[in-house]
T-cell receptor
Framework: DAGVTQSPTHLIKTRGQQVTLRCSPK?????VSWYQQALGQGPQFIFQ???????QRGNFPDRFSGHQFPNYSSELNVNALLLGDSALYLC??????????????FGSGTRLTVV | KQEVTQIPAALSVPEGENLVLNCSFT??????LQWFRQDPGKGLTSLLL?????REQTSGRLNASLDKSSGRSTLYIAASQPGDSATYLC??????????FGGGTRLMVKP
């Protein structure tokens, strides 16, 4: 049973560029959340997608956007990259509202470096 | 706004010691609390999930307790091993299905 899959694992981009990160949820899960983890800190919630809509959003600018596809996979897009966007981006999946009951499963993350 | 704090930020112990990691949160209206392990540069591995109605959960050498009214949780690791070296993160879930994380405790277990 595949867990959460993220791609790519590592990425280097230049300031001002745009980037797309991808996530496939665990089999049977339909909800995808994205988190940003700066070096030495805990993850920060970016947003959550359910039924192809953004259900909740953290304190991140509009440069961060996302999408969920009918097969429940998701993309995170970041425009006009800043040096401060360098971080590990984590995807977590859960089943509907049951993340509160059964917890969340995280992927291995995408390490984004902005130069 | 929920805030989660973990103490200590770093911990170094000799192999075999029993140890306690602490997590506190400001808003007691949580649905659950989850402890994760993170190896350097890697994703998060779920260790234990405690529902708000529960007091503790156990898995092998790990035991996590929850005191919701006081906003505290502890993760107890028995007979620590070098393979336990990692960062341990606690996270709470409030209404809205998002997780709020603490800053983590970096654990080093020396052989």
């Amino acid at each position: 049973d595949a867990g959460v899959t993220q791609s790519p694992t590592h990425l280097i981009k230049t300031r001002g560029q745009q980037v797309t990160l991808r996530c496939s949820p665990k089999s049977g899960h339909d909800t995808v959340s994205w988190y940003q983890q700066a070096l030495g800190q805990g993850p920060q919630f970016i947003f959550q997608y359910y039924e192809e809509e953004e259900r909740q959003r953290g304190n991140f600018p509009d440069r961060f956007s996302g999408h969920q596809f009918p097969n429940y996979s998701s993309e995170l897009n970041v425009n006009a990259l800043l040096l401060g966007d360098s971080a590990l981006y984590l995807c977590a999946s859960s089943l509907g509202d049951w993340g509160t009951n059964y917890g969340y499963t995280f992927g291995s993350g995408t390490r984004l470096t902005v130069v | 706004k929920q805030e989660v704090t973990q103490i200590p930020a770093a911990l170094s112990v000799p192999e075999g010691e029993n140890l306690v990691l602490n997590c506190s949160f400001t808003d007691s209206a949580i649905y659950n609390l989850q402890w994760f392990r993170q190896d350097p540069g890697k994703g998060l591995t779920s260790l234990l999930l405690i529902q708000s109605s529960q007091r503790e959960q156990t898995s092998g050498r790990l035991n996590a307790s929850l005191d919701k009214s006081s906003g505290r949780s502890t993760l107890y690791i028995a007979a620590s091993q070098p393979g336990d070296s990692a960062t341990y993160l606690c996270a709470v879930s409030n209404a809205g299905n998002m997780l709020t994380f603490g800053g983590g405790t970096r654990l080093m277990v020396k052989p």
